[in-house]
Every structure is written in C-alpha cells, then in structure tokens.
C-alpha cells in the first residue's frame, strides 16, 4: 500500500539554526499520526515545509506518491492538501453536527454549489460518521529524540 504522505529526511536550516534535522516519516490511508515535542523544537516549521509555506533545505515530500516538495500552498490545495490553524473556534449555538458541516462547506464544491446547492452541502453523512467515531486513544510509537532549548528535530 502506498503511503498517502510521505516526509523523507525533510530538512530546513535558517543561517545556521538547524530547525528541522532529517525527518522521515509515513501516513498510511485511514492513519492518523500526531507530531508531540516541546515549544521550539520545529513541529510548525516542519508543518510549513510539508504544506508549502516554507521550501525545505533538503529532503522531500510526497503526497500519494506524487513528490510535491516545494509546491506552493494553492497548488497543494489543487491536490485536495490544506491546513487548518490551531485556532479553534465553534459557533456555541449550533449543534456539534451543524458546526461540522460548517467547517467542511469550505472545502465542499464551487461557489455555486455553496450558494444555490443544499444548505449541508452533502456533509451530514459525513458529519454523522465523525460523531460516531469513538474516541481516540493513545498507540505507543517508537520516541523520537526532540530536544528543548535547541531549535533541532531528529
């Protein structure tokens, strides 16, 4: 099976800070991987080289086999790859459901099918099967060395 991301030896130096230092790692469909270290040891910076905001100093990217280090964001987007902030902010009179849906309109269909298409865009299927996921729990995963106080990920 062919990963869906692929991060190979993924580097990004400023001047002489090394902020990400070879990072290698795979998504398989269906997966979900989380990315743990303290303030500084270049989580953001690697999320930016993945996702175009910033080119890696070396390595690559490859998103279902396609490499794609150094595309651009929009292009990426054109791939079906886009990013989400850490600023989570839900609408506190709508339901769980209704908020998913609303989150997913952005990235459902034309403007067109935004405006004049049904008013859940097709998502409550979608937005039903996410309610019913069950919880996430936590899967042992071989630790990566991240160091604080150094601006270094190996």
């Known amino acids: 099976m062919t990963a869906v991301l692929e991060v190979s030896n993924v580097k990004k130096s400023f001047g002489g800070i090394r902020a990400v230092d070879g990072v290698s790692f795979d998504v398989q469909e269906g997966e979900i991987l989380g990315l743990i270290g303290p303030n500084g040891c270049g989580k953001s910076t690697l999320f930016n080289c993945i996702l175009g905001q910033l080119t890696p100093t070396g390595g690559e990217v490859k998103v279902d086999g396609k490499v794609v280090t150094g595309l651009r964001p929009s292009e990426l987007n054109r791939l079906g790859v886009s990013r989400t902030f850490q600023l989570l902010q839900v609408f506190p009179k709508l339901s769980v459901r209704e908020n998913l849906i609303l989150a997913g ?40 060395k991240l160091e604080s106080g150094s601006a270094s990920m190996t």
């Open 105 to 144: 309109q952005e990235h459902q269909g034309s403007m067109m099918s935004r405006l004049f298409g049904p008013s859940d865009a097709g998502l409550s299927a979608a937005a039903d099967q996410m309610i019913g996921l069950p919880p996430v729990t936590p899967t042992m995963v071989p630790e990566t």
